[in-house]
Nanobody, 125 residues
Framework: VQLQASGGGLVQPGGSLRLSCVAS????????IGWFRQAPGKKREGVSC????????YYTDSVKGRFTISRDDAKNAVYLEMNSVKPEDTAVYYC???????????????????WGQGTQVTVSS
């Protein structure tokens, strides 16, 4: 069971980036998939989630209207489209998977069982 996050890089403020999370050993659509990020010196925070049941999407306030999470079942992948990025979006981004019947908040790190290795996003001019 493995998650692989990719797509990070250096982007200018106002630019766009798409992160990918690909699974091996299990099917992503059977799990809630969350994106988290951790900036230097800060705690890891939840950014967005897409649920297994219903495909509902959730976003933390700071990224609403700018980020979009989506899932491609044929490719067993989840994406995070990042638009109008800001310097404060700079962080290592992680994808994670959890049991869809969890009653915890979608942004509760401890409720996620599987984690990708992280991909660095740097927003700078």
């Amino acid at each position: 069971v493995q998650l692989q996050a990719s797509g990070g890089g250096l982007v200018q403020p106002g630019g766009s980036l798409r992160l990918s999370c690909v699974a091996s050993g299990f099917t992503l659509d059977a799990y809630d998939i969350g994106w988290f990020r951790q900036a230097p010196g800060k705690k890891r925070e939840g950014v967005s989630c897409i649920t297994s049941i219903g495909g509902n999407t959730y976003y933390t306030d700071s990224v609403k209207g700018r980020f979009t999470i989506s899932r491609d079942d044929a490719k067993n992948a989840v994406y995070l489209e990042m638009n109008s990025v800001k310097p404060e979006d700079t962080a290592v981004y992680y994808c994670a998977a959890r049991n869809p019947y969890s009653s915890d908040s979608y942004y509760e790190r401890s409720s996620y069982d599987y984690w990708g290795q992280g991909t660095q996003v740097t927003v700078s001019s």
